[in-house]
């Protein structure tokens, strides 16, 4: 029976997710950090983690220490994008479920080396978006997203975890 949501977040949108997720679901959320003083080893979770180049950060640390039933991975994509190449980089095991959810972008709340490649991937792909003349409805999103930042997180972009975990 899941006891938690833990969860790594950088710039907050993960965080917000969890923060969602545990009202909606009463289940109790913590960082990472703060479920390693709360948590039981091997206690049954949820996580969340944020994505960088197709991994879920934090996800390794938290496999070590908590029973993970199901991982969400927040990132620039839509929700429902990337599932199938997260879950074969990440190397979860089935019959763990793997969400994706949009999240956020802004650059001001990046540091170190995170910001200095996200700068760079805005740079490079973001030229490549605007040149780009049929661009989808996502890639648009997604170009406004990195010259603009912004924040996707909403309530409704739970629908299928939530769907999922009332099962």
Same mark, same amino acid.
């Given at each position: 029976?899941?006891?938690?949501?833990?969860?790594? &977040?950088?710039?907050?949108?993960?965080?917000?997710?969890?923060?969602?997720? %545990?009202?909606?679901?009463?289940?109790?959320?913590?960082?990472? #950090?703060?479920?390693?003083?709360?948590?039981?080893?091997?206690?049954?979770?949820?996580?969340?983690?944020?994505?960088?180049?197709?991994? @879920?950060? %934090?996800?390794?640390?938290?496999?070590?220490?908590?029973?993970?039933?199901? !991982?969400?991975?927040?990132?620039?994509?839509?929700?429902?994008?990337?599932?199938?190449?997260?879950?074969?980089?990440?190397?979860?095991?089935?019959?763990?479920? !793997?969400?994706?959810?949009? %999240?956020?972008? #802004?650059?001001?709340?990046?540091? %170190?080396?995170?910001?200095?490649?996200?700068?760079?991937?805005?740079? !490079? &792909?973001?030229?490549?978006?605007?040149?780009?003349? #049929?661009?989808?409805?996502?890639?648009?999103?997604?170009?406004?997203?990195?010259?603009?930042?912004?924040?996707?997180?909403?309530?409704?972009?739970?629908?299928? @975890?939530? #769907?999922?975990?009332?099962?």
């Amino acid at each position: 029976m899941i006891k938690a949501i833990v969860y790594t &977040s950088n710039t907050g949108t993960t965080k917000e997710y969890a923060r969602l997720l %545990g009202e909606t679901t009463a289940l109790p959320y913590y960082s990472l #950090d703060e479920a390693g003083k709360k948590l039981k080893k091997q206690t049954e979770i949820i996580y969340l983690g944020w994505l960088m180049a197709g991994t @879920i950060k %934090g996800y390794k640390k938290a496999k070590k220490n908590y029973k993970i039933c199901a !991982v969400y991975g927040v990132g620039m994509g839509r929700a429902g994008t990337q599932v199938e190449e997260i879950t074969k980089k990440a190397k979860i095991p089935k019959g763990i479920k !793997v969400f994706t959810l949009q %999240g956020g972008f #802004d650059l001001k709340k990046l540091t %170190g080396a995170y910001k200095f490649a996200m700068n760079a991937m805005v740079k !490079v &792909s973001g030229k490549a978006l605007q040149k780009k003349v #049929d661009k989808t409805e996502e890639e648009e999103e997604m170009l406004d997203m990195m010259l603009h930042g912004g924040n996707k997180v909403c309530i409704q972009n739970l629908k299928e @975890i939530l #769907d999922w975990y009332k099962e």
